[in-house]
């Protein structure tokens, strides 16, 4: 009974901050107050805040301004048009005080910006779906993507080939594991603590059904190490362990929160919900998972980050 409780005012919480979300993605270019977002809520302004940063973990301000940084940065890199009209449409007040917000969110000024013509840190707007932890299997789920590019690096570590979540017997959920657990015996301990763990799904020769995907278990270089030249230089590749390079991409970054076995679920709701209409598309090439030191496989509570090489559309 207190778990029925609770998952009624779970999704009667969501269901609120979701309507809060719609106003705000649907009035981005408008003068919205606090006052304006909290009717729209059915809560005070401080209980708005309360719920609202609970749920997200960003306060109201802050997800209005990071998602009208964002949409300016596009418009930096997608049209010609003058900051100034960019600042002003998106409800800046001058092109001083956009200027300075845009510098504290991306580090460079919007001219800067532009002129490197790469996508960088763009916040999207918050998506829902559904966690599917067996003890509150309909709780809901708020969901963060994000832009980003990621400039080449080197990853050492172990290959198998999988078959994917899309395909008619995904192995995947058998394999990785023992991949990450073979790796796990092959580091050392320096390694292990000093690292940042990566998964790389290689999609360049996949199949259309979904096989023939390599996955790699391993570490990130601190690095860029010539291919041909890296089992010379990088002393500490055991023999057993690869490199590999993956090159430079443009990544939409999903968060995922909860055991690991869930993030299947997640790709499933940011492939066929969220990308068909972000005005971005796919590309067969290098996904990523990146897993923080301290990520907790069976953790409800732990985060890792899914990246999915796009173009724009």
């Known amino acids: 009974m207190d778990i029925k409780i609770s998952q009624h005012k779970n999704t009667l919480s969501f269901d609120r901050i979701s309507r809060v979300l719609s106003f705000i993605h649907s009035n981005l270019n408008a003068q919205l107050t606090l006052e304006d977002i909290a009717k729209k809520s059915c809560w005070s302004r401080w209980q708005l805040q309360r719920v609202f940063q609970a749920e997200t973990g960003m306060t109201v301000a802050n997800y209005v301004r990071e998602l009208r940084l964002s949409q300016a940065a596009e418009a930096l890199l997608d049209t010609s048009e003058r900051i100034i009209d960019i600042a002003l449409n998106l409800g800046f007040n001058s092109e001083i005080s956009f200027s300075r917000s ?81 790796l796990e015996s092959e580091l050392r301990s320096e390694d292990k603590a000093s690292l940042s763990a990566v998964g790389v799904i290689d999609m360049t020769q996949a199949n259309f059904d979904g096989t023939n995907i390599r996955y790699w278990a391993g570490v990130e270089q601190q690095t ?90």
């Open 102 to 182: 845009f510098k504290n969110m991306f580090g460079a000024s919007p001219s800067q910006y532009r002129k490197a013509g790469q996508r960088v840190g763009l916040k999207k707007p918050i998506g829902m779906t559904k966690s599917f932890e067996p003890i509150a299997s309909s709780a809901l789920r708020f969901v963060e993507v994000r832009i980003d590019t990621k400039e080449a690096f080197v990853v050492k570590g172990l290959k198998t080939e999988i078959s994917g979540l899309f395909s008619l017997s995904p192995d995947f959920a058998q394999k990785v594991p023992q991949l990450w657990s073979l």
């Open 224 to 313: 860029l190490i010539p291919l041909a030249l890296g089992i010379a230089l990088d002393g500490s590749i055991s023999k057993q362990l690869e490199i590999m390079t993956v090159p430079a991409q443009t990544y939409a970054v999903v968060k995922h929160k909860g055991i690991i076995s869930d993030l299947p679920h997640t790709l499933s709701w940011f492939l066929l919900n969220w990308l068909p209409n972000s005005g971005y598309r796919g590309v067969d090439g290098y996904e990523l998972e990146i897993y923080p030191k301290d990520f907790d496989i069976v953790g409800t509570n732990s985060e890792m980050e899914y990246w999915v090489p796009i173009i724009k559309v």
